[in-house]
């Protein structure tokens, strides 16, 4: 049924959870899971960037406050990179000041969550997110497929020898 492909494709979807506090996240981990998600924790900012770096994670729920490493650095740092820029985070904040939220969104941070966690908000932000990150997905690999075929044009064209051309030989080459 629909319901069980629905499931089967959160169970896919991986959330890092980065707080820390343990006990937020045992909440998120709770919260999270008991909807289909797989999650993966971390307690500190470097912890962070190891797991996602080793790990193929849709979506990343980020404290700001934390020791070493804060959550705007971490922001940072996923989004200056290449191949990890793509992946949704929501900063989870006990701060509510006009300029942290500001200096969250100048990171990177695609969308906000104030601490303490409302479970509804929470789930309806990540679903949300996670479906825009699955077409952004779709999107970059269909740019990816145009970009192959283009090159696979531009070869054909470069090894056309018109005086040596057999048709029924090519079609038979570019369907093989």
Not at 20 to 27: A, Q, R, S
Not at 60 to 81: A, H, Q, W, Y
């Amino acid at each position: 049924t629909g319901k069980d492909t629905k499931s089967m494709i959160q169970a896919k979807q991986k959330i890092l959870c980065v707080d820390d506090e343990p006990m937020n996240l045992k909440i998120l981990e709770k919260l999270l899971v008991s909807k289909g998600y797989e999650v993966i924790k971390a307690e500190d900012g470097a912890a962070a960037l190891n797991v996602i770096a080793e790990n193929n994670v849709d979506l990343v729920l980020l404290d700001v406050m934390m020791p070493k490493l804060d959550g705007f650095e971490v922001c940072r740092r996923i989004k200056g990179d290449e191949r990890l820029r793509n992946i949704p985070v929501i900063m989870v904040t006990a701060l509510s000041a006009k300029e942290d939220r500001i200096k969250g969104i100048e990171a990177g941070a695609e969308d906000f969550i104030s601490k303490p966690i409302d479970q509804g908000e929470v789930l309806a932000r990540v679903r949300m997110l996670l479906k825009m990150k699955a077409l952004n997905d779709r999107l970059n690999h269909a740019y990816e497929e145009i970009n192959d075929m283009t090159a696979f044009g531009e070869k054909s064209i470069l090894s056309f020898d018109p005086l040596n051309f057999v048709f029924h030989a090519k079609v038979d080459a570019i369907v093989n």
